[in-house]
């Protein structure tokens, strides 16, 4: 037997005409199933317990030990020195910041911690670099927010009929 | 009659007021644009329901996002039109629009239902196909204007399918003109309504060659080989930007719509069961719009084809069962007769 008969005897025989009414039949099934989507602005997923979104920062707390600034692996923290102020202070570059959330670990005084928000927009590349004070008022503003909004939160579930399903929560 | 009525308090002629209203307004362009707006959502919607997406939703959530388009339109009339250095500027400015108006011409003759037409001619099918054969050759043209490589391998394959499928198109309306004696679209309605049978039940074959030439036509998967995206990124129309990019997207919808309707007059019984003018056109439109929806339907289903493969399929296949469908028409005749 040379190859090509053999490539042609293991060939699926196909019904020229049932195979395309089939297709259509199959496209037509699906057309009428739900999405899948999460309607993610209007819809968000909850978030667990410590959750390790935007690092928020408290100057009022900090000692100025830079322990942050020497555990942080991208380097997302570097120490500043603040007009008026005797010790140095953390400033944060949200857009190398891994969210490994070592900073919160190590800080003695809970100055840092760990937030919810995931996603803040910036602009500007050079907007996401925050030195003390502005990372102290941006932290703020952000808990503020995140406070007030209105969401509905879901939780996902792998269901077989649909695929993905979300279940809200209260 | 309400066009009579309407003749005399303007003092025209009625054939006048007939010319000037069938290709404005219906079959032609203002309802033409309204379909073209919807049939892009609806294409949108359906092939983002089958892969369980949302499809556009954000501009208007009440309406499941129906305003999308007009969005568009809007961000399209208002964008600069880039017009680049190396292209032969007449006839790319030219190229959409010659095209579009070539388009809107059949619908002087298409009828939308009773009585509703431009003019009447014992050769409006001929006029049709004839009017519908000249937009290749300015989107050839287009892909030559641009001086771009996607635009003019799009030109190429324009030429080669236009060739393959209007033969196809032609065999498929010569049998429908056997079978009922006539090429004119209304005669040919009457006929069906006078026997009764619709032309899909008595002559399928040419259907499914008429449905498959209007798919490859109009660039509807599995046959958009000419606007291929993955491959040459818009074809005949890369370069086009603005208010021209907006004409040319809409050229393969308004030549689905004109061949739809062309479908359902000659295979679908075109108005009936209705006799009365506006019973009649609602009829027509709401039947080609259904063809429309699925041939649009089927970008969800099908890939798309390799261009040899769809050449092999059009002249090995279809060509042959063409002259099928013409001895199945001829046949048909003879019986009705």
Known sequence: ????????????????????????????????????????????????????????????????????????????????????????????DAGRCIHCGLCTDICPTDALDVSPVHDEVFEQIGSMDFDPVEWHIISKKLVEEHAKRKRKLVITRVDEEVGLRYEPVE | MVLVELAKILHVPVWALRGFLAPLVYPGLAVLLGTVLF??????????????????????????GALQLIADGARFALQEIIVHIETDRLM?????????????????????????????????MVI???????????????GWASSNKFAMIGGGREALLT????????????????????????????????TGIIGLVSNPIAALLFFLAMLLLTDRVPFDIVLGEQEIVQ?????????????????????????????????????APFTTPLLGAISVYIKSLIVMLFSVFL??????????????????????????????GVFVHVIYA
């Not at chain 2, 095209?99 to 001619?121: A, N, Q």
């Open chain 2, 128 to 142: 049709v196909y004839a009017l519908l054969t000249l937009s290749p050759i300015t989107v050839i043209l287009m």
């Open chain 2, 299 to 328: 970008r969800a289903v099908y890939g798309r084809m390799k261009l040899d493969q769809a050449m092999n399929f059009f002249w090995a296949r279809l060509f042959p069962l063409g002259f099928v469908a013409l001895a199945l």
């Open chain 2, 235 to 271: 074809g005949p129309y890369t370069e086009y930007s603005g208010v021209l990019y907006a004409l040319t997207m809409a050229i393969d919808y308004v030549k689905l719509y004109a061949l739809s309707l062309a479908f359902t007059l000659l295979f679908l019984g075109g108005w």
């Open chain 2, 39 to 64: 049939l892009i959502w609806a294409e949108r919607k359906m092939a983002a329901r089958v892969q369980q997406r949302v499809g556009p939703y954000y501009v208007s959530p009440k309406l499941h």
């Open chain 1, 1 to 92: 037997m040379t190859n090509k008969e053999e490539r042609d005897n293991h060939r699926p025989s196909i019904n020229p005409v049932l195979a395309h009414l089939e297709a259509i039949a199959t496209g037509i099934k699906w057309l009428t199933r739900k999405p899948m989507t999460l309607m993610y602005p209007d819809m968000e997923e909850k978030k667990p317990e410590y959750f390790r979104g935007f690092i928020i920062f408290n100057y009022n707390k900090c000692i100025g030990c830079s322990l942050c600034a020497q555990i942080c692996p991208p380097r997302a923290i570097h120490m500043y020195r603040v007009p008026g102020d005797k010790r140095i202070r953390p400033g944060y």
């Open chain 2, 163 to 194: 060739v393959s499928g209007e033969i196809t198109l032609a065999l498929a309306m010569l049998s429908v003109a056997a079978m009922y004696g006539t090429l004119d679209f209304v005669t040919a309605v009457e006929k069906q309504m006078h």
């Open chain 2, 92 to 124: 790319f400015i030219l190229g959409p629009i010659l095209t579009f108006t070539f388009l809107t011409l059949p619908f002087t003759v298409l009828p939308g239902g009773p009585g509703i037409y431009g003019f009447r001619s014992d050769f409006s």
